[in-house]
């Protein structure tokens, strides 16, 4: 039976060449050879390497910056303003014109282009006469397009404004050919307009062709379905046709048109993926979080859509390993216990018995810690580290099913029910939905007649998606002036809402006023 090591080395020998370039940088590079383009799309396995390098391309850009390291410090989770040498200090001051700063999100402006630049391709390959089925035409199409939205709302969401403040603040590029041709910076609305339009098509052919609807994720691929069967399984890897609706309910929501994205979370997405006959992302159980040796700390039954990432290790160890320094490069929660008032990991969470507890665990200090705490006077104290991306211990048990071995969720069932919660204009159904997550997580319903929604959907929210670059966002969309702070067990942090923009790259800036004066 092929599960996901089949996957793997799909992807593995799938990988495009993608280099960082600036936006306009890519426009200006010329294609090697246009016959070995044409020999690339000659036959369908040319247009899933394609597809498949784009899917594995989008590690180097999301995981180290935009999931688990600076956008997460931004959105306050964790303590580091305390120590003035912590090498992500500056991300959590929003100091967007350091050279440092400036050089990430750089980065990430340029690789996003990139990306586009070679969906683009795909999808262009996919008009006109090509050598693909109807099925597959469907899958490759709608998953590119599908992809080419996502990666434009999660431009805007970072360079935009607050949309609901001002929609028509000119913003980002919507790249939608392989056109060298420089794309204007357009308002944020037509932005929205074009992402829009994208997932539309894309919905349209995902509903025909996509085995999701009808099959599940379809975590194991058997001998018999054909040769090239895997390209249609593990769907929580590809960008499924439910991962197409919950952007359509971000996207409605980002526009703060309530009541579209609770039609799409309800209608379309809630009362679709549970049947008499099947239920597509079911909830994770007890067991599976505490699995010994390979704890499902992602509920990753539950992901809608996810990177798949070989190299997850090293992003646990690049920001959370016991090994680190904990006060100069470790990324920790306040206090140094799990429980009680004066750690935030006991006030985070207002169940001791909520399985998302077990992400986290205490660490002790290093003897060099140690030494250096004594020779100030001080006491070396224990620290809060998340374990989320930990890899297996060497004794576990694998039975081939563990997809969540090397997963990075993007997208997860729990955002569904918070934003129908969030968008209802009934109280009790806010609650019945966040209880729903809430009884999942082994947590005593929240009580509808003493609890504060707001803060409870906020928090939530914050519990669920550490580690996954959500949680600024879903500020930056309310326009929060208090959140959750990283500097205290219990408390709010101040924010300016224009720490909620980040510039537009200056070097992007410059090639194009470069370009403007030729």
Known sequence: MKTINKVKSILAASLLAVSVTSCA??????????????????????????????????????????????????????????????????????????????????????????????????????????????????????????????????????????????????????????????????????????????????????????????????????????????????????????????????????????????RIATEEILDKVTTDKLVIFPWATKEQVEAAGKPDCLFSTEVIFSLYNTKRSEIQSLYFSSALRALSSRLTFFGNSLTGDESKVGTFYDDDNDLRVKMWKLVEPLQSEIEEAESNGEEAKSTLALTKYESFTKDAVLDGSETYRYMMPLMRLSEVYLIAAECTNDRSEAFRLINTIRHHRLCEEADENSTDLAKLLTYEMAREVIGEGQLFFFYKRRGEEQIISGTSADGTTSMIKTNYVVPIPQEELDERATETNK
Not at 28 to 52: H, I, P
């Open 25 to 262: 940088d890519w426009l200006e590079v010329k294609m090697e050879d246009k016959v070995m383009e044409n020999t690339l799309f000659a036959d369908y396995r040319g247009y899933m390497t394609a597809l498949n390098g784009v899917y594995l391309s989008m590690n180097d850009v999301y995981s180290r910056n935009l999931m688990t390291g600076p956008i997460d410090v931004m959105a306050q989770y964790y303590n580091v303003t305390e120590n003035k040498n912590h090498s992500l200090k500056l991300y959590a001051t929003y100091a967007y014109s350091d050279v440092e700063l400036e050089k990430t999100f750089s980065t990430i402006w340029a690789n996003m282009y990139t990306l586009l630049a070679n969906l683009n391709v795909v999808i262009e390959h996919t008009a006109g006469s090509n050598p693909l089925t109807e099925s597959q035409l469907g899958i490759i199409r709608g998953e590119s397009l599908a992809l080419r939205a996502f990666f434009h709302f999660d431009l805007l969401r970072l360079f935009g404004p607050i949309y609901t403040e001002n929609p028509t603040m000119r913003t980002i590029p919507y790249q939608n050919s392989s056109s060298r041709e420089i794309q204007p910076l357009l308002p944020a609305n037509e932005v929205m307009e074009k992402i829009l339009a994208d997932l539309a098509e894309a919905e349209t052919l995902l509903s025909q062709y996509d085995p999701v609807i009808t099959d599940g994720v379809r975590n194991e691929v058997t001998e018999d379905n054909g040769v090239y069967a895997y390209d249609y399984s593990f769907r929580q890897l590809r960008m499924n046709y439910y991962a197409v609706k919950l952007l359509q309910a971000r996207a409605y929501l980002w526009m703060g048109d309530k009541a579209t994205a609770y």
